[in-house]
């Protein structure tokens, strides 16, 4: 099974600033790693799929790049709404498919 | 626009079976993966398993042989039993679909989800 490393595990960020988040796999994923923002009591939303393809509508002010085992995702001029928990997911290797244990980003 | 929608009981005793459904509207069933992922209260998302619509599945191996999962492509609908439950099985169950026909890939499509609770 591929282990899935985020950090940090809380970020804390002024409004409008940038957050860079961190995600590492146990071995290599190639650019199959997605990633989700999921906020309370919601489903987790695609952002970023194949390490640097945004999803359908998400803005540019979200980017992913990496590959292989290690991955970043970028969060430029944080606003209110982004404010949540982001997650890696790699889908290279099965089963299973494996989720990083997340990152919460917080109101500094 | 596709949508997907959980169902099933929110209440299972200990060591009986958990059993869900997961309902696909406003577009295909067909060529797809469809995958159940749970999520414990304050914790992380653990893939479960997926099938495809020839029946085909993957199972999470943590669950050791606990999970089946089936299709009705006539109903749009596919569902989960998780045999032989234990609180730790207690969490917030999503139905899912992989982004591409036909193709490993991440998940785009996410139903609200729906609490199971394993208590007597």
């Known amino acids: 099974e591929i282990v899935m490393t985020q950090s940090p595990a809380t970020l804390s960020v002024s409004p409008g600033e940038r957050a860079t988040l961190s995600c590492r796999a146990s071995?290599?994923?190639?650019?199959?790693l997605a990633w989700y923002q999921q906020k309370p009591g919601q489903a987790p939303k695609l952002l970023i799929y194949g390490a640097s393809t945004r999803a359908t509508g998400i803005p540019a002010k979200f980017s992913g790049s990496g590959s292989g085992t290690e991955f970043t995702l970028t969060i430029s001029s944080l606003q209110s709404e982004d404010f949540a928990v982001y997650y890696c997911q790699q889908y290279n290797d099965w089963p299973p498919w494996t989720f990083g244990q997340g990152t919460k980003v917080e109101i500094k | 626009q596709v949508q997907v929608q959980e169902s099933g009981p929110g209440l299972v005793k200990p060591s009986e079976t958990l059993s869900l459904t997961c309902t696909v509207s406003g577009g295909s069933i067909s060529d797809y993966y469809w995958s159940w992922i749970r999520q414990p209260a304050g914790r992380g998302l653990e893939w479960i398993g997926r099938?495809?619509?020839?029946?085909?599945?993957n199972y999470n191996p943590s669950l050791k042989g606990r999970v089946t999962m089936s299709i009705d492509t006539s109903k749009k609908q596919f569902s989960l039993k998780l045999r032989s439950v234990t609180a730790a099985d207690t969490a917030v169950y999503f139905c899912a679909r992989e982004l591409s026909p036909m193709t490993d890939d991440a998940f785009d499509i996410w139903g609200l989800g729906t609490m199971v609770t394993v208590s007597s």
């Open positions: 071995q290599s994923v190639s650019n199959n």
């Open positions: 099938m495809f619509t020839s029946g085909r599945t």
